[in-house]
């Protein structure tokens, strides 16, 4: 069974740069699409990127394209968000998800949807400040 620990979260200055590790101690990490979405106080979650289980596929919520890349390291268990030219609207909880991807294609249309996704972090707050 996934379990999931978001890390690596924290306070940054705006154009700053961090990156989120998500951590899994299961067995079956490989088999999952994972996901990264955020929510800030008074907004809906909302998507940010995702990779599918092998990386054959990743996928960016406009507002982050060209400034925030997904990649995993399934030997490791691991999947990072590296976030790169930070600013206040980045102000979030970020979470990560994992979705078992039977196909191991799993399409942007589902992988953006949160309720794709079975299991779920506790989330690791981003602070960007002006």
């Known amino acids: 069974q996934v379990q999931l620990v978001e890390s690596g979260g924290g306070l940054v200055q705006a154009g700053g740069s961090l990156r989120l590790s998500c951590a899994d101690s299961g067995r079956t990490f490989r088999l999952y699409a994972i996901g990264w979405f955020r929510q800030a106080p008074g907004k809906e979650r909302e998507f940010v990127a995702a990779?599918?289980?092998?990386?054959?596929?990743?996928y960016y919520a406009d507002s982050v394209k060209g400034r925030f890349t997904i990649s995993r390291d399934n030997a490791k268990n691991m999947v990072y968000l590296q976030m790169n030219s930070l600013n206040p609207e980045d102000t979030a909880v970020y979470y990560c998800a994992a979705d078992l991807d039977f196909s191991g294609s799993l399409r942007y249309a589902q992988a953006s949807r949160p309720d794709e996704y079975d299991y779920w972090g506790q989330g690791t707050q981003v602070t960007v400040s002006s």
């Open positions: 990779v599918t289980r092998s990386a054959s596929s990743t």
